[in-house]
C-alpha cells in the first residue's frame, strides 16, 4: 500500500492512539500534512480517559502548532467518522486505541501483528518508530519534508523519544531518518528537558529498590510502574552503575503490552542481541551493544504464556539467554575437526564497486549496512564487495584481483541478491548526499579454493576473536560452525541460509 492509493477518500480521519506519545504525534501530523497537501478533508484525533497532559507533549503540540484534535467518547458512546480511517502508530481494534466505526479503514504502524491484518495495511516491526515508516512512505511519494516547518523537528522527535534518546537506535532507515530530516534542535532540547515530572521522579525510586538479582549470571531484572519509555532507560542506566550488575532488563506493562529497556557493560552480551532474544516471537527489540530495548504484544504474550507473570518471564528469558551459548575464543579454542565435515565454498556471483572510481580519494565515507555503519576513507583501488544478503566488505585492489574474477553484462540486483531487508548506502560524510551502492555495482565470482570444515549446531555459539574488542559473531541452533583448513583458530559462524548456498560438502 501506498498513501496515493488512499487519495481517493475525500474526507480522512488519522487516528492517533489513547493517550499519544511523540511518536504518535508526528506520525499522525505527517500524514495530515501529505492528505493536506492534497486537497483532502483531513483531521488528526485521538481519544480514550484522558487528554494530552505531560508536559514535553503539550510543548511539542504548542511548539509545532499540531492540529490534533481529542475524541470524548464516553458520553455519545462509538462515533463514526466520513471516508477513510486511518490508525497511526497503533492497529484498529487493539486495546491501546478507542475503537471509532468507519466502512474504510488502514493501519500504519511498526509494533508486532498481533490481530489478522486488514487489507490497506503498512506495517514493518522492525523500525525504531513509527515517524521513520511514515517517512518513508512520504519519500516513496515525493513529498517534500521541508514544505513544512514544523514537520521535520515532529520526526526527529518522535524517533528521538521512541528509541530512548537513539540510544535504541539500530535499523538503518531509522539512521537514514534522522540524518535525513531538518529538526530544529532548540525544540528538541526544550522537549527534552521538559521529559520527567516530579510523579516519574518517584517511580524510577520506588523501583531502584524492588529489583530481582542472579548472582550467577550478574543481572537484574526491575518492574517499574507505568512511566514514559524514557524512565525505563534512565533506571537502566542507574542500575549499570552498580558494580555486581553485568547486564539488566527494565521493563513497564503498557495498555497493550511491555515496554522494556536492556543495557550491558561486557563483552559477552549484545544488549541489542539480548532484546531481540527477550521479544522473539511476540515482539520486536533491538539497539546498540551496550544499549537496547524493545515491545511485546500483549496479545502474543497472553496467547504463548497465559499463566505466567510478567516478572518470572524476564527472569526466565534472561537466564534461558545465558544458558543458550557457549562462548568460544577463537585464540584459545581447540576445534574438534574429527566431529566435522570437509567443504568447498562455492562460486557465486557477488556484486563489487571500485570505490576510488566513485569518489574522489581521500573522501571520508559511511557504508550504512543492516550488520551496521563502516567508517572508511576512500582509497586508490579500494574495492567493497556486496554479498548475497546484502553484507558488505572493503577489500584492497591486490586481495581483489588475487579472490575475485570480474564478470561480463550488468549487475542485475534480483540476479546478485536476495531479499535483502536494507540495500547498502555510501553516506558521503562531506557533503551529506547518499548513493545506494547497487547502483553502481558490477558482478564478479570467486577465483580461489576455499577449503573449510564445518558441523550445524546443536547449541547457540558465540566466537570472539583476538582483532574483535567490541563484538562477537552469533550463532543459533541449525547454523554452521566453520573452521578454515589452514588455520585451526580461525574460527567463524555462518547462518544456515547462506552456508547451504554458498558452500558444498566434498566428497
Not at 205 to 211: D, F, T, V
Not at 433 to 459: F, H, Q, W
Request: net charge negative; proline share 3%; hydrophobic share 35%.
Amino acid at each position: 500500500m501506498r498513501l496515493s492509493d488512499l487519495e481517493q477518500y475525500d474526507a480522512i480521519t488519522i487516528q492517533c492512539h489513547d493517550n499519544p506519545d511523540a511518536d504518535a504525534l508526528a506520525s499522525g501530523y505527517g500524514l495530515y500534512c501529505y492528505f493536506k497537501s492534497k486537497g483532502n478533508m483531513v483531521r488528526l484525533v485521538y481519544s480514550g480517559r484522558n487528554k494530552i497532559q505531560k508536559s514535553n507533549l503539550c510543548l511539542m503540540v504548542d511548539k509545532l502548532k499540531l492540529p490534533v484534535e481529542y475524541i470524548d467518547v464516553s458520553e455519545t458512546g462509538v462515533m463514526e467518522v466520513e471516508g477513510l480511517l486511518i490508525t497511526v502508530d497503533c492497529q484498529y481494534g487493539s486495546g491501546n486505541v478507542t475503537g471509532l466505526k468507519a466502512k474504510n479503514v488502514a493501519v500504519i504502524d511498526h509494533h508486532q501483528l498481533d490481530r489478522e491484518a486488514i487489507g490497506m495495511c503498512v506495517i514493518n516491526p522492525n523500525l525504531g518508530s513509527c515517524a521513520t515508516l511514515v517517512w518513508k512512505l512520504l519519500q516513496e511519494e515525493g513529498f517534500d519534508i521541508g514544505s513544512d516547518p514544523y514537520l521535520g523537528t515532529a520526526l526527529y522527535y518522535g524517533l528521538y523519544t521512541d528509541t530512548n534518546q537513539f540510544s535504541e537506535l539500530y535499523n538503518p532507515l531509522d539512521m537514514d531518518m534522522r540524518e535525513a530530516v531538518n529538526a530544529d534542535k532548540g525544540l528538541i532540547t526544550l522537549f527534552r528537558n521538559s521529559n520527567i515530572s516530579l510523579k516519574e521522579l518517584e517511580i524510577a525510586g520506588i523501583a531502584l529498590i524492588r529489583y530481582s538479582y542472579n548472582n550467577d549470571y550478574e543481572f537484574a531484572v526491575i518492574k517499574a510502574q507505568p512511566c514514559d519509555p524514557n524512565i525505563l532507560g534512565l533506571i537502566s542506566d542507574f542500575l549499570l552503575q552498580v558494580d555486581a550488575i553485568k547486564t539488566c532488563v527494565v521493563f513497564n506493562e503498557v495498555n497493550d503490552g511491555f515496554k522494556f529497556s536492556v543495557r550491558s557493560c561486557i563483552w559477552e552480551v549484545n544488549a541489542s542481541e539480548l532484546a531481540e532474544f527477550l521479544a522473539e516471537g511476540i515482539g520486536s527489540g533491538g539497539g546498540h551493544y551496550e544499549k537496547a530495548g524493545g515491545f511485546i504484544s500483549m496479545k502474543l504474550y497472553e496467547e504463548r504464556y497465559p499463566t505466567l507473570h510478567s516478572e518470572g518471564y524476564f527472569n526466565n528469558r534472561m537466564t534461558q539467554y545465558f544458558d543458550s551459548y557457549e562462548l568460544i575464543y577463537a585464540d584459545q579454542y581447540e576445534a574438534d575437526i574429527h566431529m566435522m565435515q570437509q567443504y568447498a565454498k562455492r562460486r557465486i556471483p557477488v556484486g563489487y564497486v571500485k570505490l576510488d572510481e566513485l569518489l574522489p580519494v581521500e573522501t571520508l565515507v559511511t557504508i550504512r549496512t543492516m550488520e551496521g555503519d563502516i567508517d572508511i576513507k576512500i582509497e586508490e583501488d579500494l574495492h567493497v564487495i556486496i554479498g548475497i544478503r546484502g553484507e558488505v566488505e572493503a577489500v584492497c585492489g591486490e586481495k581483489f584481483r588475487t579472490c575475485y574474477q570480474p564478470l561480463e553484462g550488468d549487475y542485475g540486483v534480483q540476479d546478485y541478491l536476495g531479499k535483502p531487508d536494507y540495500i547498502p548506502v555510501i553516506k558521503n560524510r562531506i557533503d551529506g548526499k547518499d548513493m545506494l551502492l547497487t547502483d553502481y555495482a558490477m558482478g564478479c565470482i570467486s577465483v580461489r579454493d576455499e577449503n573449510i570444515y564445518a558441523m550445524p549446531l546443536e547449541r547457540g555459539v558465540k566466537v570472539f576473536v583476538p582483532q574483535w574488542k567490541n563484538k562477537y559473531m552469533t550463532g543459533k541452533v541449525g547454523d554452521y560452525l566453520a573452521v578454515r583448513c589452514e588455520d585451526y583458530h580461525d574460527i567463524f559462524v555462518v547462518a544456515r541460509e547462506i552456508f547451504l548456498k554458498a558452500y558444498e560438502q566434498k566428497v
